[in-house]
């Protein structure tokens, strides 16, 4: 069966630090990966998506930057934080553009 | 683009009590999901339901594709269905989120 890992789990961060949070998916391949970021008050918005390694689409342009350096390995990254990057940030895989699967999410604040 | 509407947008309810949370989208989707995001933040699935009904032991949802809404049904509802219930819709490759509704069950 399928599995998603997301780590950190929490992560507490300066601001002006940088940012690296990995998403890994194990149990099927090429499948398609996502970025979501959910800011207090319930709305989850969609950062990045990737059908393939190497291709990567934005949806919002913000201070963040995502990566696949590998088929099941996804990468959120900034190289320096904002008060207003902190969240909750899921990352999601579907293996055919249909049913969409969560990961646990990394609980992310900058102070 | 697709715009996701949920109603109501909270929901406070007696344990046992049964409840409908409704799902309207603007345009033709390709497929829809029910998530619930328990109180530790995971998402959970519940159905993947682009039309027709699905039943999943307490919970049943419906979807009328062509006239662009979907509903949750929750029975007998338990402390455990506390959480934020999500509804999203794909349009290409993507899903588009409403922002939910929030359910508190108390004993």
């Known amino acids: 069966s399928q599995t998603i890992h997301q780590w950190p789990a929490t992560l507490v961060q300066p601001v002006g630090s940088p940012l690296s949070l990995e998403c890994t998916v194990e149990?099927?391949?090429?499948?398609?990966l996502y970025w979501y970021r959910q800011a207090a008050g319930r709305g989850l918005q969609l950062l990045f998506y990737s059908v393939g390694i190497g291709q990567i689409s934005s949806e919002v342009p913000q201070n963040l930057s995502a990566s696949r350096p590998q088929d099941r390995q996804f990468i959120l990254s900034s190289k320096k934080l904002l008060l207003s990057d902190s969240g909750f940030y899921l990352c999601a895989w579907s293996d055919r553009p249909n049913e969409q699967y969560f990961g646990p999410g990394t609980r992310l604040t900058v102070t | 683009g697709i715009q996701v509407e949920q109603s109501p947008p909270d929901l406070i309810l007696q344990e046992g009590a049964n409840s409908t949370l409704r799902c309207n989208f603007s345009d033709s989707v390709n497929n829809l999901q029910w998530f619930h995001q328990n109180p530790w933040g995971q998402l959970i699935n519940l159905f993947y339901?682009?039309?027709g009904t699905k039943q999943n032991g307490r919970l049943s949802a419906t979807t009328v594709a062509t006239e662009r809404y979907s509903l949750l049904y929750i029975s007998s509802s338990q402390t455990t269905d506390s959480g934020v219930y999500f509804c999203?819709?794909?349009?290409?490759?993507?899903?588009?989120f409403g922002k939910g509704t929030m359910l508190l069950v108390s004993p």
């Open positions: 999203a819709v794909r349009e290409y490759s993507t899903l588009t």
């Open positions: 339901i682009p039309s």
């Open positions: 149990g099927t391949s090429n499948p398609n």
